[in-house]
DNA sequence: AGGAGTTTGTGAACGGGAGAACAAAACGGG
DNA sequence: CCCGTTTTGTTCTCCCGTTCACAAACTCCT
C-alpha cells in the first residue's frame, strides 16, 4: 500500500530499456504495413524476442494491453515512446566530422527516431568551409555557446581515440550528459553523466571468437596440442 | 552424458567474450606507452572496469600471470589475442557502399586488430565505377565468388534496412558464417551462423530515457549537493 | 634464509534477468 | 445471461554474471 509508485518514477530494468527501442521500431513497422492491433506473439515475432519477455517487458510501463485482443499498436506505440522521452526531439551536437562523422550527419535516421543534429563541429579548420547535410562544419570553439543556446543535453564523438577524452570533458563542461561515443577509448566523466560507446572492433572481435571456435570444434571432439 | 570437456574448449562466458577485446586494446595501449608489466589494478583501470572482475574473466583462459608480480603485457596481449583468433587476420566484405559503407572502407582501425577488407560490394551499378580505400567497388553478384576464393566467413552488412535480409540470406548461402549488421532489422539467420547488431537510433534512445528521468527525477531522492 | 609485503586466482554469496507456466480479464456466441 | 476461447499480466524458478574476500604463491629486504 504504500509501495504506491509514482507513475513517472517507476525504475525500469536495464535490459528491458535497451529493448523498448526495438519494440518502437516493431510497432512503428507494423503500422505502416497497416496493422491495428497485434498479439504479443505477432509483436515478439517482429522485434525478435520471446513473448514471454516482451510481456514481462511491456508490464514495467503499465497496462497497456487488452486480455484476450492484444496491444492497440497506435497507443503502444506512443505509450513506449513517450516512456523513452522520444515523443519530441532532442537536440544532439556531433564532434568530429571525418569519415564517420559525416556518414552520422547524412544519417536519416535520427530525424524520424527522435533526434536532430544542431550543430557539427571540428578542430580542423580546414573543414569548416563545408556543408554537410544542409549544416556547415564549425569550429570545435563553439562548443559552449551551441550547447547553450540549444539547451542541447546529449553529444555524439567521433574523434580519433587521442582526442576523445578531451572532447568528452568539454562536453560535460558545457553542460552535455548524456555522450554517444564511437572513438575506441575508454572515457571517464563524473557521476551523472552517461556514456555508451559504439565499438565496431570490439564487435568483429567477437564474431571472430566465435568463428574461431566453430572450425576447431564443430561437433567433434577434439585433440589438445 | 557427453559432458565431456576437452581442454581446449573451455568456455568462455559470454560477458567475459566481450571483454577480451577491451583488455586486448588496453594493453596495446600499455605496451605503446613502454610498459611491459602490469597490475590487475592497472590494467583493470586502463580497461574501466573492476579488478576483480578483470581477474576473473582472465583466469578463464588459464594462470597467466604471477602472483606478487601481475602480468607480463606482452606475453598477456598475444595470450588474449590468439583466444579472441585474432593473431592472424580475417578477412571481411562489406556490402552497401554507401555514407557508412564509405566511412567502415576508410576505416584502419580494422586492419590493426584482425580483419581486412578484402572487398565492397554495392548493389547499384553506378558506384561500381569507385575505387574506395585502394578497393574497387563491386557487383553484389560477384559475392559468391569472392567469398569462395578467399575464404571469407565474416561479412558487414551497411545496405538500407530493407535489404538487409536479402543480403543477409545471400552471404549465408555464399558461405558467411559470422555477419555484423549496421542496418536497422532484425535478421533471420540458420543456426550456427552468428548475427551481431550495431544500431545508432538504439543507443541514441537509451541515452535519452537516461536523460529524461534526469530532469525528472530528482524528487524521492536523497538530493542536495 | 626467513619474514613481511604484494598480487593473483578462486570459492561463495548475491542480485538481476530469462523463460515456463498459470490465473485473471475480456470477448463472442448461443 | 452464461460459458468457452483467447491473450494478457504476473509469479516462480533457474541461470548467468558481478563482487567480495581470502588463501596461495611469488618477490624483496634484512
Ligand atoms: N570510420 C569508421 O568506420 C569507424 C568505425 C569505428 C570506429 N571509428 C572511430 O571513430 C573515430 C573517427 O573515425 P574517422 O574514420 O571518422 O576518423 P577521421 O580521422 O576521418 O576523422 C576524425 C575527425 O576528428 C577531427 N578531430 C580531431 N581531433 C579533434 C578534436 N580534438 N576536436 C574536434 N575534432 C577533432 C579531425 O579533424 C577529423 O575530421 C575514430 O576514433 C575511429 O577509431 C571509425
Ligand atoms: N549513415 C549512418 O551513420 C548510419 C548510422 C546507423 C545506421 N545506419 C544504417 O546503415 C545502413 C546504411 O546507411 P547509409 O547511410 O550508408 O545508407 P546509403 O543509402 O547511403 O547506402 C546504402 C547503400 O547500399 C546499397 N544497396 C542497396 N540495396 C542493396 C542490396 N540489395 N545489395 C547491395 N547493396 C545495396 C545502395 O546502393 C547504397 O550504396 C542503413 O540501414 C542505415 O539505417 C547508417
Redesign the pocket.
Known amino acids: 500500500m504504500t509501495a504506491r509508485t509514482p507513475d513517472s518514477a517507476r525504475d525500469i530494468?536495464?535490459?528491458?530499456v535497451a529493448r523498448l527501442p526495438v519494440y518502437l521500431r516493431a510497432l512503428t513497422g507494423l503500422a505502416e504495413g497497416g496493422t491495428t492491433t497485434?498479439?504479443?506473439?505477432e509483436?515478439a515475432a517482429s522485434a525478435g524476442?520471446?513473448?514471454?519477455?516482451l510481456?514481462?517487458d511491456?508490464?514495467y510501463l503499465g497496462?497497456?494491453?487488452?486480455?484476450?485482443?492484444?496491444?492497440d499498436v497506435e497507443y503502444l506505440r506512443y505509450q513506449i515512446a513517450r516512456e523513452i522521452g522520444v515523443t519530441h526531439d532532442w537536440p544532439v551536437v556531433i564532434v568530429g566530422i571525418g569519415n564517420l562523422g559525416h556518414a552520422l550527419a547524412n544519417y536519416s535516421g535520427f530525424r524520424s527516431r527522435g533526434f536532430r543534429v544542431v550543430a557539427l563541429l571540428d578542430a580542423d579548420p580546414s573543414r569548416h568551409d563545408e556543408v554537410v547535410a544542409g549544416l556547415d562544419v564549425r569550429s570545435f570553439e563553439d562548443l559552449e555557446s551551441i550547447v547553450a543556446e540549444n539547451d542541447v543535453s546529449i553529444g555524439v564523438i567521433a574523434t580519433p581515440a587521442v582526442a576523445a577524452q578531451a572532447v568528452a570533458d568539454r562536453m560535460v563542461a558545457a553542460g552535455i550528459t548524456s555522450i554517444l561515443n564511437f572513438a575506441p577509448s575508454v572515457l571517464s566523466v563524473p557521476d551523472g553523466v552517461d556514456v555508451r560507446k559504439v565499438d565496431l572492433s570490439i564487435e568483429l572481435q567477437i564474431l571472430a571468437y566465435h568463428e574461431q571456435r566453430k572450425s576447431v570444434a564443430p561437433a567433434g571432439e577434439v585433440s589438445a596440442t
Do not use: F
Not at 497485434?38 to 506473439?41: G, L
Not at 524476442?49 to 519477455?53: H, I, L, Q, R, T
Not at 497496462?63 to 496491444?71: A, E, F, I, K, L
Open positions: 530494468p536495464e535490459a528491458t497485434c498479439s504479443s506473439e509483436l524476442v520471446n513473448s514471454a519477455k510481456r514481462k511491456l508490464s497496462s497497456y494491453g487488452t486480455r484476450g485482443v492484444g496491444y
